[in-house]
Nanobody, 115 residues
Framework: QVHLVQSGGGLVQPGGSLTLSCAAS????????MKWYRQAPGKERELVAT????????NYADSVKGRFAISRDNAKMTVYLQMNSVKPEDTAVYYC????????WGQGTQVTVSS
């Protein structure tokens, strides 16, 4: 059974940094693409970042490019989202995701950017 358990998140000041983690279990982590999404209040869920199984290729939404970094540790079966130079508009619930026959989601982590 696929499990994605998130940690990190919380309140951070504008311009600050935060790291989200997503620990996976129940599947062969190293062969699946992993993604981070976010959903702000009143908005649709949006794709933030993607990383291929080996970690060699990453992609980002334009809104976070140059500020966020997705990475993975296949030995630890964990994917990370390093968030730098955060802005108030980064405030959202963040979800890790993978697609194995259907979409699987972490439990969600609130990130609030505010002074």
């Amino acid at each position: 059974q696929v499990h994605l358990v998130q940690s990190g998140g919380g309140l951070v000041q504008p311009g600050g940094s935060l790291t989200l983690s997503c620990a996976a279990s129940g599947f062969t982590f190293r062969i699946y693409t992993m993604k981070w999404y976010r959903q702000a209040p009143g908005k649709e869920r949006e794709l933030v970042a993607t990383i291929t199984p080996s970690g060699s290729t990453t992609n980002y939404a334009d809104s976070v490019k140059g500020r966020f970094a997705i990475s993975r540790d296949n030995a630890k079966m964990t994917v990370y989202l390093q968030m730098n130079s955060v802005k108030p508009e980064d405030t959202a619930v963040y979800y890790c995701n993978t697609y194995i026959n259907n979409s699987h989601w972490g439990q969600g982590t609130q990130v609030t950017v505010s002074s």
